[in-house]
């Protein structure tokens, strides 16, 4: 994960190439309920700032924030459960109407999480540095109304992708990987 860009612009292919391969995630009865909202100007990247930072960031920004805003594309992945509940209400899934209780999960929000990890993947294979971190609760409606989207896409975060510039490391970093003994079990818990 990227948090601090250079002001290199993105070549539009890569992007491009970012979103087709995104929309070949795999999703529950094909439902496909995803979609991206692409801000690739200097001008909808700073509305994306300003709608989804909280209140006074603006002047001072931390140093996370200050690295974030320097990537000049903000891809938000947005989920749709009507898709899902749509889909599995058609005469081929066997339900006859829209009941959500039926979902062990919502695999609405998680097909959306593995669309954007291939935005992220690709943009490595793009020689490209890319970050996925979640919008402030309350920010969300703000984020809505300043872009226009729908109540029934739920953005699961966003993307911030660039050129990587040298940054400190994260102090998350220091707790290391779990080890694959950790959390793989196998034959029983």
Not at 27 to 50: C, E, I, M, Y
Not at 146 to 164: L, R, S, W
Request: include cysteine; aromatic fraction near 8%.
């Amino acid at each position: 994960m990227v948090r601090t860009y250079t002001d290199d612009p993105v070549d539009p292919a890569a992007l491009e190439r970012m979103l087709e391969h995104a929309t070949r995630a795999p999703s529950a009865g094909n439902s496909q309920g995803w979609a991206f909202l692409v801000l690739d100007t200097p001008d909808d990247v700073a509305r994306f700032w300003r709608a989804t930072s909280p209140p006074g960031t603006a002047v001072r920004p931390s140093r996370w924030l200050e690295g974030m805003r320097r990537a000049p594309v903000v891809i938000v992945p947005l989920s749709c459960k009507d898709a899902y509940l749509d889909r599995y209400a058609e005469a081929d899934k066997g339900w006859t109407d829209r009941d959500e209780t039926r979902w062990a999960m919502p695999y609405w929000h998680i097909d959306t999480g593995m669309a954007a990890l291939l935005v992220l993947q690709t943009a490595v294979d793009e020689g490209l540095g890319a970050c996925f971190f979640g919008i402030p609760v309350e920010r969300t409606e703000s984020f809505r109304a300043e872009f226009g989207v729908p109540d029934d896409h739920m953005p699961i975060g966003a993307i911030t992708v660039g050129h990587a510039a040298p940054d400190r490391r994260s102090p998350s970093l220091r707790r290391g990987r779990r080890p694959v003994d950790a959390v793989v079990h196998r034959h029983r818990w």
